[in-house]
């Protein structure tokens, strides 16, 4: 079976370049690892900001169900529970499914794979008990399964942030919050919220070890001095059988690496990741990234790098046109007006470090 | 010594049960690289491939030899960059 386009990854990038392509009449795939197409949407029960052009007041489930249901009643072949395992030459996708290892073939190809979670060296830190953000995430508002009785989230970003709130909703208690750095990384309106429901932030802190034989019944938590050392003395024991790990994402960048993309390091964007340009395009010709994979953002902007990445490959595929580069530019300065907040700060200076890196 | 005791709570490669005392000790007998400790510990090797532990030895390796992140080689990454189980190519 041969495509036009084949899509490694059916989050919100990928879902949204599966649809530009499917607009423009292009035989697409779209291949995603788990049950259900989404990514890190099908959990994400907070409501979104920004514009009505970007779902704004929809809650991020609500908003891969939309997507989910334009591709549904579109011409774009879906295909889930699949692993791609790695591109060979000629775009030859190696794909396995349903315990069957298959290859499919493409002209051009997008890789929309997401991100994971960075994990944290301290003594104890395989007790069941400790889990990733995203992971607690998944088995409450997936699955509804209750992840403990009182966490001790770390990580102020914005995951910590709402995860702590989502942990609170569900009737967790989550009576601290440590963030190594002096200052809360996330956006205030978040950490007032849950600061107003009683949890306590400890900027400057850090986790020392988790406590328990078979599972986590407690942690050692401490302040740290300006080289993020452990103050000797200052450790506290907190009573918890839930520990929360919300310190960043990093591109999940394996298949890029593999098939030979030029590969930088940027901290900012949470480190390596595929050298990319405006419109996507990786030191690969006909090679795509959109997403969390091409630099640690969120959704919104996700969503407009899968249909920038999309045009691109369409132009590859059809040739250029007048029409698909206006079309293109006008989301280019979407995403720009997006990323000029005090927020996007970082994000932007780690995405001038790269592009100034020809 | 309670620090190198600590140490050895320490996990880093969940699926090959290495603490980051076992790591340390080989970056200090000289495998200066992340392939040559995958090829004398097998971290990085199990069923996750390296995906949680790459960036951990990969940042205990800059704090050991003193350099940055960027400036040392990353690991090698070949297909299938998931396990796949025989009897699927049957």
Known sequence: ?358 | MKSDFSEEKKIVCRCEDLTAAEIIKKIKEGYHTFDELKRVIRCGAGMCQGRTCRDLIMKLLAQHLNRRIEDLPHPTIRPPIKPIPLKSFQ
């Open chain 1, 1 to 358: 079976m041969r495509y036009q386009l084949g899509i490694v990854g059916g989050g919100p990038a990928g879902m949204m370049a599966a649809l530009i392509g499917d607009r423009f009449g292009i035989k697409t795939i779209l291949i995603d690892d788990n049950p259900a197409l989404g990514g890190q949407l099908i959990k994400q029960t907070h409501k979104f900001f920004g514009s009505k052009d970007h779902y704004c007041g929809y809650r991020g489930f609500q908003i891969g169900s939309i997507l989910r249901e334009e591709i549904a009643k579109s011409k774009v072949e879906v295909i889930t529970s699949a692993t791609v395992t790695g591109i060979y030459p000629g775009f030859i996708l190696g794909l396995h499914h349903k315990e069957r290892y298959q290859e499919v073939g493409c002209d051009a190809v997008i890789v929309a794979t997401g991100a994971k979670e960075k994990f944290l060296i301290f003594e104890n830190n395989d007790l069941p008990g400790v889990y990733g953000a995203g992971a607690v995430q998944t088995l409450m508002n997936v699955y509804g399964v209750f992840p403990g009785r009182r966490a001790l989230m770390i990580g102020s970003g914005n995951i910590g942030l709402i995860v702590t709130y989502q942990l609170l909703q569900a009737g967790v208690e989550v009576p601290f919050l440590v963030e190594i750095l002096p200052e809360i990384g996330g956006w205030f309106v978040h950490a007032a919220k849950i600061a107003r429901a009683g949890t306590r932030i400890l900027t400057s802190h850090t986790i020392i070890s988790a406590l328990g034989e078979e599972e986590v019944e407690g942690a050692v938590i401490a302040k740290v001095d300006d080289q993020f050392h452990p103050v000797s003395g200052s450790e506290v024991t907190i009573d918890v059988d839930l520990i929360c790990l919300a310190v960043g994402l990093s591109p999940l960048s394996d298949l890029l690496w593999q098939v030979g993309c030029r590969m930088e390091f940027i901290p900012e964007l949470g480190g390596y990741l595929a050298w990319h340009n405006e419109r996507m395009e990786t030191t690969v010709p006909g090679l795509y990234v959109a997403g969390d994979v091409a630099g640690i953002e969120e959704a919104t902007t996700a969503m407009l790098e899968g249909k920038v990445a999309a045009i691109s490959a369409v132009s590859h595929l059809l040739g250029p046109s007048d029409e698909l580069s206006a079309m293109q530019r006008e989301i280019i300065r979407e995403l720009d007006d997006l990323r000029s907040g005090d927020f996007s700060q970082v994000v932007s200076r780690g995405l001038r470090r790269l592009y100034d890196r020809p």
